[in-house]
């Protein structure tokens, strides 16, 4: 008679919500009501509830969310009529329907069992908070929520919701308290890593709005930049040098050899004049163009602190292969402190820019005035000893 019953409940109400529940409803449908009697087939059993009390409670878990095929709010109310319009066909005893719709009204929020089977029937509409699938079975309630909600909630703000009610959540029943509970608990944990990773992309999405595109563009095209002015730096200074070396080696080849025969006395000062201005020129051009590295040991802690630039390979030639990608992981995981290294880089950039350019200006006044000045000397000497 009990499992004929029902089989029959079973198949009226799984028709019921079928062809009458919303389809928004996916959490609070067919799928919710058979876990719950499922639920309540285990705690009955762990309970020794009498067949009786496991018939009144299956009854009740069968028809408690039918009311959601006419409202949301207050469903409870409209699925104690559908159940007792459907058990009284049934003849069932008076005294069973009452406790069916009293078991069916528990269910409501808020509300506290004041005995056993409420307490039964509580914990096993709640008993989702202990599944292995806890977090799919959330997101299908999220989903429901923000189907029929005009606010919709971000899953951030979803998995805060689900933190608190974990928290505050208790089972009733013993049986519920020692088999859940410790479920439940790691669920809670699941629920804490997931809203930190959530919290961390998110984060990472607010960083990315003050890094974006055109940020990287333009450190992109300053750094390129620069760099093109350097390799303009180093051409100007390599002519400079082929110059001047052009120059000395003329000079020496040519004019020195002559200076030891007496009528060609004259052109020894101009001569130094040439030879000194141009080897002035190459010191300075070779000045321009030389490397600096920095010998600072480069630490762990100066990347954190911000202190270093680790793009540079003047600054982590010294550390060691292991530290020199945990550096280079960091920068990646921290894009705060990557755009502070592309920063320094521009800045120190800028700096060795400006000496090579002042060393270059200085470098072109000296050959101008050295070729002026040994022109002139040139000019003077053959002058002043011409024959009258």
Not at 13 to 24: C, D, F, G, H, I
Not at 159 to 184: C, G, R, T, V, Y
Not at 219 to 238: C, F, G, M
């Amino acid at each position: 008679m009990e499992e004929k019953l029902l089989r029959d409940v079973e198949i009226y109400v799984a028709e019921l919500l079928t062809k009458q529940l919303s389809p928004t409803n996916y959490y609070h449908n067919g799928i919710h009501t058979r876990r719950v009697v499922a639920d309540i087939t285990e705690l009955a059993a762990k309970e020794n509830c009498t067949e009786q009390d496991t018939l009144v409670l299956l009854l009740a878990a069968w028809f408690h969310d039918t009311g959601y095929i006419f409202l949301d709010t207050g469903h409870e109310e409209e699925s104690v009529k559908i159940a007792r319009s459907y058990l009284k066909e049934q003849n069932l005893p008076q005294e069973t329907l009452n406790q069916v719709e009293q078991l069916i009204l528990v269910t409501k929020t808020g509300s506290k069992p004041t005995n056993n089977l409420e307490a039964i029937i509580k914990d096993a509409d709640c008993g989702h908070i202990a599944s292995e699938d806890y977090l799919d079975i959330s997101e299908n309630l999220l989903k429901e929520l923000n189907a029929k909600n005009d606010e919709e909630l971000s899953e951030i703000e979803w998995m805060e919701q689900n933190l608190i009610f974990l928290k505050n959540h208790s089972f009733f029943s013993d049986s519920a308290k020692q088999i859940w509970q410790p479920k439940k608990e790691l669920n809670v944990l699941e629920i804490q890593n997931k809203l930190h990773k959530l919290t961390a992309k998110e984060n990472k999405k607010d960083k990315n709005t003050k890094f974006g595109r055109g940020v990287e563009t333009m450190y992109r095209v300053q750094l390129k930049n620069h760099i093109e002015l350097s390799a303009i730096a180093d051409t100007k200074a390599n002519i400079l040098l082929s110059v001047n070396a052009i120059i000395i080696s003329v000079a020496l080849s040519n004019l020195v050899p002559k200076l030891d025969n007496p009528s060609n006395l004259f052109l020894v000062y101009p001569t130094l004049i040439l030879m000194l201005f141009s080897v002035a020129s190459v010191v300075l051009s070779v000045l321009s163009t030389r490397p600096k590295i920095s010998n600072v040991a480069i630490t762990k802690e100066m990347i954190k602190e911000k202190k270093t630039n680790i793009l540079f390979f003047g600054n982590f030639h010294k550390m060691n292969l292991q530290d020199f990608e945990w550096g280079v992981d960091y920068l990646m995981d921290n894009e705060e402190t990557l755009y502070n290294s592309l920063t320094k880089d521009l800045y120190y950039l800028g700096l060795v820019l400006n000496r090579k350019y002042k060393l270059l200006r200085i470098t072109y006044t000296v050959f101008m005035f050295g070729i002026i000045i040994s022109a002139a000397a040139f000019v003077y000497s053959y002058y002043i000893n011409m024959p009258l």
